[in-house]
């Protein structure tokens, strides 16, 4: 259960991977003091997608990567956050998002699984801040005092 009156946050892969990063600087903890937030509020939520694009990239892209073992016991506590699977009607949305928006397919896999999750809010650096789309708002989280 969420914090009462607490939107629904979905994360991208770059906000998990950043708070894992020791040579992020600010953005490690920004990320972090997001992460510790919406786990204390009950109200992260990630797909299957992010988790292993975190996986992938954390063990083999950081400056200083995580092993294996680490990375796995990551995904093991943040698997909590997953609140449904993908299904097919996921990746046909995706493809509308694509359409709609121009975005790559990864990125309208993103919005997809925020959006069938439910969420309010984006996390990603990636996307606009502030756009909204498919019910959701994009917040950076390294822009102003948005973390």
């Known amino acids: 259960m969420s914090a009462k009156n607490a939107p629904l946050a979905f994360l991208d892969t770059n906000i998990l991977l950043y708070a894992h990063d020791r040579n992020a600087g600010d953005k ?3 990320a972090a003091d997001l ?3 919406l786990w204390e509020d009950r109200n992260g939520v990630l797909s299957p997608q992010v988790l292993q694009e975190f996986l992938v990239n954390a063990v083999r892209k950081l400056q200083t990567p995580l092993v294996l073992a680490k990375a796995r016991d990551v995904v093991r506590a943040y698997g909590l956050w997953v609140r449904r699977d993908g299904k097919v009607e996921d990746i046909l949305r995706a493809t509308e ?8 397919f990864w990125d309208s896999m993103i919005i997809t699984s925020a959006e069938a999750a439910g969420c309010e ?3 990603s650096e990636d996307l606009q801040h ?3 789309i498919a019910g959701l708002t994009i917040c950076n989280p390294f822009v102003g005092n948005e973390a």
């Open 28 to 30: 490690q903890a920004r």
């Open 35 to 37: 992460l510790a937030r």
């Open 97 to 104: 998002i694509m359409e709609l928006t121009g975005f790559s």
């Open 121 to 123: 809010l984006l996390y």
């Open 130 to 132: 502030g756009q909204r």
